[in-house]
């Protein structure tokens, strides 16, 4: 007892502490990578890439949802786009920001899609340089999908010049424009539930 005691007041007096181990790191030697985020390990995911916020089975595997005449699919207008240009020039207008925004937001849910983008001119000037026009407005429109996520893989593209414009027609703005067409689409998926998630109009 009096050891005991003489050990106490000789660590009070020097100011001695006693030095604790660190607690053990549990070491994980099984690979739990999710790549698509779905919740499903990649080891045990059958389906990848699945669209994001999509609910999925035990094998990663999404619910592809079918439209109907009652509830048409959400993403119709989505995977839509035309964009239009000025006689002449290869720059997106303020008033397509909106059409690209939703289009990169679509690509970006359903990473297993690709894009074409389709380049067109109208008739006026010669055939070769409505070509080269065509194709810088496509390039344009995807270079801005690039800025926003989009990889670049994804995108092709497609010059048609002056093919499709009529000449001498007065409604020669509808083919200054650059179209998209989504590609390997499988549908809609079933959305998990957020708190975001708005209740179906009856």
Partial sequence: MKVFGLSLILVLVTGCTVALSPPP???????????????????????????????????GCPNYIQPTSE???????ARQI???FALDTAKVTTDAITDIDAMANFLMNYPD??????????????????????Y???????????????????????AKGETDAKHGSESADKYRRVSGEVLNFKGDVEKAWTIFTRRPQS
């Fill in 25 to 59: 790191t549990a070491k994980q030697i099984h690979d739990v990578t999710d790549s698509d985020q779905d919740g499903v390990i990649n080891a045990r995911d059958r389906c990848t890439n699945t669209p994001r916020g999509a609910v999925v089975d035990n094998q």
């Fill in 82 to 84: 035309d964009v239009f």
């Fill in 113 to 134: 899609t690709e894009l074409r983008l389709t380049g067109h001119a109208s008739a006026d000037g010669s055939t070769s340089y409505n070509h080269a026009l065509s």
């Fill in 71 to 77: 509830h048409p699919s959400p993403t119709a207008s």
């Fill in 136 to 158: 810088r407005r496509a390039m344009t429109v995807k270079r801005a999908l690039i800025d926003r996520g989009i990889t670049p893989q994804r995108i092709d593209v497609v």
